[in-house]
């Protein structure tokens, strides 16, 4: 984000924000990334400590974020469908676990520790994660499934293992592609009220924690956070919270199209992509 990578805490996390997500397929901008580093920096300033990870790791994109915020002692979860993509309802994307090694290798998480869960999130409980992981979660993205079904079963996973000071990052509620996960979500602040309020927004990520820090964690983003990517706070369930967004250029709302999205996983895109990699590099 143009600022020096001392201000993620570590050098290795912040090599990673600063490019070397954009290595790695998958979906996360650069302002996601970075607003999920700040807080994990805010959590590591404040002694927030516990375990990190995934639903929907698909390449690890944003799973290798959370993994190297991690302190010693502490554990990363991973779980995805892989292999058994016949589960894979709605296509939203497709976990592969070597691609998922290879990139945790490249960008030296330690494997070590590193919980992979392999299968439908519609079979996991909270209590058999934190028995791997030993504790409840600070970070947790929910980018699994995309029905209606599945966000909601991984969203009351989420806020079965939240740690009191820990935030979910939700993926797509804001994507017209993909309409069922605001409506998990809706439903899940319904069934369960009090247990979780929207702190801030970015690009494609909303940002949720328990309601008693929910102030906090807004107030602290906003006074982290550049101006170009502040766009205003307002409100959602009832609360004010903070919104973020990257000023889009031509050829970014270009590679943002949905037409960009849905040629990403498809064998013409993928012989594009090398060419389309260096027009956009200049
Ligand atoms: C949109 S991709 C995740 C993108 C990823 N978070 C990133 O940073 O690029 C969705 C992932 O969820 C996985 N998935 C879909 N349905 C699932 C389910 N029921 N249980 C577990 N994983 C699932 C897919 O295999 C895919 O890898």
């Excluded at 469908?81 to 330690?110: C, H, K, P, T, Y």
């Excluded at 797509?172 to 998990?184: K, L, Q, T, W």
Aim: charged share 25%.
């Amino acid at each position: 984000m143009g600022s020096s990578t001392a201000q993620y805490g570590t050098a290795a996390l912040g090599r990673y924000i600063e490019g070397g997500h954009k290595k790695v397929d998958g979906w996360l901008s650069p302002l996601d990334a970075h607003l999920t580093a700040l807080i994990a920096m805010i959590q590591a300033e404040e002694g927030v400590a516990g375990s990190v990870g995934e639903i929907g790791v698909h390449h690890g994109r944003l799973f290798i974020a959370l993994a190297l915020a991690t302190k010693a002692g502490e554990r990363a979860f991973a779980a995805d469908l892989f292999a058994e993509q016949a589960a894979n309802i709605d296509r939203s994307g497709e976990g592969d676990e070597a691609a998922f090694a290879r990139n945790m290798a490249r960008f030296q998480v330690d494997a070590a520790r590193v919980d992979t869960f392999r299968g439908n999130s519609m079979d996991l409980k909270w209590p058999m994660v934190e028995g791997k992981v030993g504790a409840r979660a600070r970070l947790f993205s929910v980018d699994g499934g995309h029905t209606e079904e599945v966000a909601a079963n991984d969203l009351r996973l989420a806020d079965d293992g939240l740690h009191e000071r820990g935030v979910v990052i939700l993926d797509d509620y804001f994507n017209v592609e993909f309409p069922a996960v605001s409506v998990a979500l809706n439903k899940v602040m319904f069934e369960r009220p009090g247990h979780l309020a929207a702190f801030a927004i970015g690009d494609n990520k909303l940002f949720l924690c328990r309601p008693a820090v929910a102030a906090h964690y807004r107030d602290r983003l906003n006074a982290l956070v550049a101006d170009r990517f502040k766009v205003h706070n307002t409100l959602m369930f009832g609360r004010e919270l903070a919104v973020f967004r990257t000023p889009r250029g031509l050829l970014l709302r270009i590679r943002q199209s949905a037409l960009a999205r849905r040629l990403r996983d498809h064998p013409v895109g993928r012989w594009l992509k090398p060419l389309v990699r260096r027009i956009l590099q200049g």
